[in-house]
């Protein structure tokens, strides 16, 4: 039996040491959840009224490096049509970090205005189910390396369509590393 030597326990240290960065370094899609929805403001357009809300999301960069990303627009869809949309601002987020973002968004009248009838139908039921989805595109900085990536965001909302309240959501995340 071959006897314990130093450079058999650093190889079995650097081993270790190099397979938990691999671990813990992997890239991890972040997180979020919608917190509240309100109501900013309502706005004539003849013949149609225009809706003005503020998203409140909470995100978290689970990953150990910081993220910058760029601007980006969510957009709002009900019965698989647009209804609006909501500006995501350009920011960062720290490694391990996370921050609540508020979010304008406009729900166009014409679209409620099409939607009237299910719109009623679902204030009656006081249940709407909406879908969101944003892609954002940003950078991930790695020691003097800045790595290119999108994350696509796709969310499934219940609320109450009376008082905004969130009733039910499913909010996923798919981050892909872009090669440059």
Known sequence: MPGWSWLSAAVGAAAAAAA????????????FQLISIELSSLRLSFPVLDVELALTVHVTNPNIVAIKHSAATLSIFYEGELLGSAAVEPGEL???SCRVLRLPARVQGLE???RARALVAAAARREMALRAAVDIAGTA?????????????ESHVVIDPLHLDIIEEDTRSDTELLLA
């Open 112 to 114: 409620l205005a099409h």
């Open 94 to 96: 720290g490694p391990g």
């Open 20 to 31: 938990t960065a691999v671990i813990r370094g992997r890239p991890r899609d972040p997180t």
């Open 141 to 153: 900085r790695v020691l003097f390396w800045a790595h290119p990536f999108c994350v696509h965001v």
